[in-house]
RNA sequence: GUGGGUAUAGCUCAGUUGGUUAGAGCGUCAGGUUGUGGCCCUGAAGGCCGUGGGUUCGAGUCCCAUUACUCACCCCA
């Protein structure tokens, strides 16, 4: 047997109405604050996503699906949304449409990984990137809808954390003092720790192990660091926070993984789902289209897993089930019955009618519990007498009341299903 | 990339200290007197016991390897 490639999952029908239903409510939630969505290739150029996301960082130097095709082109897998829309805008010429641009996208994202709970492979996001607002105002809106789209889903055990990582004027002082707090903790390190501390000494932040994360607590903090600019910003942001009454808690220890994040990191982090429990994550992205060779222009966006919001949703009781019952079923018995069910449900489907009947030759029995499990709203039934007599029994399966129809009246069978 | 756990029917699982033709429930299909669903009853189909080696007279059961699944690290959504 062939199966599916490790880490990627097949979404069955049984579960299909709970993708719908967090589709449908990203794109309400998105349309509620004015933002438009947009569609890119599935793959891009591989140096689109070094220059944009950074060549230091795990997804790129380990977690990307490269390949070259026929023309000996490097090519990559999107691992994630917003070097494409960074590329997409400058692309097209929008970096210099009326900002703030507004703009949100449903995406497949390829990462080689080893797969968990909320961790895979082929993985989906609901993305959104607000373009042209430096001010903090960008941020709290931008999280505004993340918090929005959160509560829509009846997702609850959420917390909110934010942090600034500082901009490229603070960062370096910041980096230091990190560096001289770690220096003198070196002994104690884990192995990992003991290389970033070089290499890259905010990574130790966040470090899960117990010895490092004990030392982070009495770490330097970012926030005590900041320029007065970011400073002033992050004071701003979380007196929009305020104002909107939105719940958040200020955490040292984000350190995004993407090197274009500036300023404001923010996490929904839910409590309940396991070892991957961002549902949600996002930040400031200041310097990344003119990276990719853009004018400057501000950015800031998060994306949600669509696999973490169904893992949150389960824990908090939230159950979307698809409602497609058919109105009728007409249950025929012998070859004429059957050619004639077949015009009448092909009528009621053009009246905009969900109605069935039987396609494999079953006994009446059989087609009665058929459609007893299709949970249809009524059948009728249907043989040599009835096409003769022009009248058939239709029975209404909740309550089991039968009455007579006439057969070759669809105007008076339409009405008889719209009633209830 | 590093660890732990698991692998028997479509699904959830039994299967004794190794011992004859591997079981149950659910699901599927067909019946339960000649034209009516749910409940109940009967029957049927459906398994190279993940795969490959090894130990043994004999392996679903023990050992090794491998693959997949799963959880955690790492990283991130």
Request: net charge negative; proline share 4%; aromatic share 8%.
């Amino acid at each position: 047997m062939i199966q599916k490639p490790r880490g990627t999952m097949d979404i069955l029908p049984k579960d299909v109405a709970t993708w719908q239903f967090i589709e449908s409510k990203a794109r309400s939630v998105a349309a509620k604050f004015g933002f438009s969505e947009i569609r890119f290739p599935s793959f891009e150029s591989t140096e689109l996503f070094h220059r944009g996301v950074g060549d230091s960082t795990d997804v790129v130097q380990k977690e990307m699906y490269t390949f070259t095709d026929r023309e000996g082109r490097s090519l990559t897998l999107r691992p994630e949304g917003t070097a494409s829309v960074a590329r997409t805008l400058i692309e097209n010429g929008m970096c210099s449409d009326t900002m703030p641009l507004k703009l949100y996208y449903l995406i497949n994202c390829f990462r080689y990984e080893k797969p968990q709970a909320g961790r895979s492979r082929e993985f989906f996001q609901f993305g959104v990137e607000l373009f042209g607002a430096a001010d903090a105002a960008a941020d709290a809106e931008i999280i505004a809808v993340a918090h929005s789209l959160i509560k829509e889903l009846g997702i609850k055990n959420t917390k909110l954390h934010i942090n600034s990582i500082g901009c490229p004027e603070c960062r370096p002082a910041y980096r230091q003092a990190l560096k001289d707090y770690f220096a003198a903790n070196t002994a104690e390190l884990c192995d990992t720790c003991k290389g970033r501390l070089e290499t890259n000494p905010l990574r130790i932040l966040d470090c899960k192990s117990p010895v490092c994360s004990e030392i982070a607590k009495n770490a330097p903090k970012t926030v005590d660091h900041l320029c007065p600019e970011c400073k002033q910003h992050m004071d701003e942001l979380e007196g929009y926070l305020q104002e909107m009454g939105i719940e958040y808690e200020i955490d040292p220890h984000i350190v995004r993984g993407l090197d274009y994040y500036t300023r404001t990191v923010y996490e929904f982090i839910a409590t309940d789902i396991g070892a991957q429990s961002t549902i949600l994550g996002g930040g400031r992205y200041d310097g990344l289209i003119k990276d990719l060779g853009g004018p400057a222009l501000s950015g800031i966006g998060f994306a949600a897993g669509i696999t973490r919001l169904i893992l949150a949703m389960e824990k908090s009781g939230v159950n979307i089930e698809s409602e497609n019952r058919p109105a009728l079923y007409i249950a025929s018995m012998g070859k004429d019955a059957a050619k004639y069910a077949m015009g009448v449900v092909a009528k009621l489907r053009c009246e905009g009618i969900y109605a069935e009947t039987d396609l494999v030759g079953r006994s009446l029995k059989a087609q009665m519990k058929y459609a007893d499990k299709k949970r249809a709203k009524f059948t009728l039934i249907m043989g040599d007498s009835e096409l003769e007599n022009n009248k058939a029994q239709l029975k209404n399966m909740d309550n089991s009341q039968q009455t007579e129809i006439a057969l070759d009246d669809i105007g008076a069978l339409k009405a008889m299903l719209s009633v209830e």
